[in-house]
């Protein structure tokens, strides 16, 4: 039986929103009509559910562009790697987030807070696509134009 798709915005799915419940962070799926791409895949210990929410929605893994970092925090990619290599795909960052991914930086990404006694696993990940202002991503129809916005990080 496949799932619903419950489209948050033209072709945006939230997929905290088509699940039901919440994966920790939000997971956005951009379907371009013959292909798509993530923004963010949260941490390791969803990714299963993430995954079988997209098959169960009828979006073949195989049409999975790329797996946008949107930033290099430890919940919004602990799961990148698994995913990358999982989904059969590329990833995708700001130059700064990339190297915080690929290195598995537990401080930068905040794997590791002492402070708050906090440590989890952050795998290194290959960023294969380094994203900067004004770049376009074509994905099936649709082109996303991408904004440097940083915030609470770099």
């Not at 948050?8 to 791409?37: K, M, Q, T, W």
């Not at 690929?102 to 708050?116: H, K, L, M, N, R």
């Not at 991503?137 to 990080?153: F, M, N, Q, R, Y």
Request: proline share 8%; net charge negative; with cysteine.
């Amino acid at each position: 039986m496949t799932l619903p798709r419950k489209y948050l915005f033209p072709h945006v799915v939230e997929l905290n929103l088509a699940a039901g419940r919440p994966f920790g962070v939000n997971v956005y799926l951009i379907d371009g009509g013959s292909e798509y791409v993530l923004l963010d895949v949260g941490q390791e210990d969803t990714l299963d559910d993430v995954i079988d929410l997209i098959r169960g929605m009828d979006f073949p893994l195989s049409k999975c562009k790329m797996v946008i970092a949107t930033h290099a925090d430890a919940d919004h990619v602990q799961g990148l790697a698994k995913a990358r290599e999982r989904m059969k795909t590329k990833s995708a960052a700001h130059p700064r987030a990339a190297k915080a991914i690929e290195s598995g930086d537990p401080v930068e990404t905040y794997a590791s807070i002492p402070a708050q006694n906090f440590s989890i696993p952050m795998p290194p990940c290959k960023v294969d696509v380094r994203l900067k202002e004004g770049d376009v991503i074509d994905v099936g129809d649709l082109k996303l134009h991408v904004w440097h916005t940083p915030g609470h990080t770099p």
